[in-house]
């Protein structure tokens, strides 16, 4: 009976990742993209719980949805205009976007199928594998790769002050000199 439960969880998770995909590619509206957005980002991290990797799905949950979609929908709010029309985006070509959405997901689905990917063995105390993985991942973050996680660090940085130098720039009004 677990299993079966399991097997619905697991189809719901898969279900709300590919449906707002599906959206998304077809719709005009920005502002509802963002949205579905917000529940493909959800259908991810349940999924990474499900492959046995809570650390990184706590992560999706707090950059992604903490922090690119709420940069993305206030992005969306300061550049709409004319009033509570929405922001529709006008050069799309959907029929490209699906296509190109399928290869993707045609590609991802051999590689996920012909990879050889280990599950834990019965009896294993899984809470403690996870706090030993998310040890010795902060331990090689802080190590082995030092010099790429400050590189990420700067380049946030770089970006973080461009947005503000960009959005606080204020333009002078020209003088008609006729």
Known sequence: MTKMIELIVFYFFVALTVLPVIFIVLSKQI???????????????????FAGAPFIAVTQVMIYLG?????????????????????????????IGALLALT??????????????????????????????IKTLGISLMTDHVVAFEVAGVLLL?????????????????KNEG
Not at 158 to 174: D, E, Q, R, S
Request: aromatic content about 12%; overall charge positive; charged content about 10%.
């Open 158 to 174: 770089v970006a973080l002050i461009g947005a503000a130098f960009i959005a606080g720039k204020k333009t002078t009004p020209v």
């Open 31 to 49: 502002l509802y993209i963002a949205f579905a957005l917000m529940l493909c980002f959800f259908g991810v991290a349940g999924l990474y719980v």
């Open 67 to 95: 922090g690119i979609l709420v940069l993305l929908l206030f992005g969306i709010m300061f550049t709409k205009r004319g009033g509570t029309r929405l922001l529709i985006s006008e050069n799309r070509n959907t029929t």
């Open 104 to 133: 993707i997901f045609l590609g991802m689905a051999w590689v996920f199928w012909n990879s050889k990917i280990p599950v834990l063995p019965n009896g294993t105390n899984t809470e403690i594998a996870d706090t030993e993985h």
